[in-house]
């Protein structure tokens, strides 16, 4: 398990790749994807390969964190993929995806004696940077543990929730609260800055009391100072309650539909921007 690949290096992929350099794991990425990225790494003495089916060729581990099931479908489906690892090797999948996605692509693995760990990740670009993530893992405790020297460099809290799928249910679980708890915090704002009450001593108050959320503690700051610059994209936190929508379309989720409704409404202004510019629809200007 020395030998991992990692695919997806963006906002996430990309500091969760440099803790694995860090942590003594030979690192091997490829292009022509994330160009940056991929040159960043080769600085810091990740190995580089042109073309994907080379990189997999010399992997043990392989990591995804791509944006959403299309491109989990694209790369781990594709033949140079599926095709390229070898029988015992082991897939790491850290995408926020559906579960059926992820569902799909361990009975492809399965087939060809890969091991597969259901794994997405909660903590934001500051957790992947410091490494203190968040792993809701689905699989065998088999599988976990063979993976977990790998979670260990990224992540501080690593939790076995289910089978394969499970992950992804309980980060789309995560998400859908995030996606609201955004919201409530924008509006919270809006009414705070109207009567004229200090944010820090806002935080500190409901902090300790029965109103807090982790959005209020932590992302109030920008918000006030309309600072939506990534984090955690717009575009990315609709496809999570999109996701969220899909699991749960037979029950009855008033505020995870209206907040949907929301995110899509203004998906044209702020797609690319933090999910937090959402609070430009409520906050005064
Ligand atoms: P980004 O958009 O920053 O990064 C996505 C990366 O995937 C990019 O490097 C992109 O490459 C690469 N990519 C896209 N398509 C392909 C492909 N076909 N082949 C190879 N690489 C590809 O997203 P994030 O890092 O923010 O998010 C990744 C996942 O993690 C998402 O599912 C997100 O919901 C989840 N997540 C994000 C968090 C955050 O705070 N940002 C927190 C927790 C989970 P290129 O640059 O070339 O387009």
Redesign the pocket.
């Known amino acids: 398990t020395k030998r991992v690949g990692f ?8 500091p969760m790749a440099r803790n694995l350099l860090r942590n003594g794991f030979e690192l091997h990425v ?1 292009g ?6 991929v040159e960043a790494l080769k600085k810091e003495g990740a190995y580089t390969h042109a073309f ?1 089916s080379d990189m997999i060729s010399h992997c043990d581990v392989l990591i ?5 099931d ?2 989990i479908k ?2 781990l489906l594709s033949p140079a993929v599926l095709g390229g690892l070898r029988s015992g090797s082991l897939l790491i999948e ?4 559906s579960p059926e996605m992820m569902k799909r692509v361990h009975a492809a693995y399965q087939e060809k004696q890969i091991l597969v760990l259901d794994a ?9 940077e410091k490494g203190t ?1 968040t792993v809701m893992a689905g699989g065998t405790s088999e599988v976990l543990e063979r993976a977990r020297p790998v979670l260990e460099a990224m992540a501080q809290n690593i939790f076995l929730v289910g089978s394969v799928g499970a992950g992804k249910a309980i ?1 789309a679980i995560n ?1 859908m609260l995030a996606g609201i708890h955004m919201i409530a915090a924008a509006e919270a704002l809006a009414l705070a800055e109207k009567l004229d009450i200090d944010i820090e001593m806002l935080k500190e108050v409901i902090g300790k009391s029965s109103g807090a959320s982790w959005m209020l503690l932590n992302k109030s700051n920008s918000i006030s100072t309309r600072d939506f610059s ?4 717009h575009r ?2 609709k ?2 309650m999109q996701i969220a929508a899909a699991e749960g379309a037979d029950l009855t989720l008033p505020l995870a539909t209206l907040a949907l409704q929301l995110y899509k409404m203004s998906e044209r202004d702020c797609g690319e921007q933090d999910f937090s510019a959402i609070s430009k629809f409520i906050l005064a200007e």
């Open positions: 695919i997806g290096l963006g906002a996430m992929g990309l490829a022509p994807r994330s160009p940056g990225s994907l995804t964190i791509l944006p959403e299309r491109e694209e790369v850290m995408t926020s995806g997405p990740v909660s903590g934001g670009t500051a957790g992947a993530l980060k998400q990534l984090g955690f994209k990315l936190m496809k999570d």
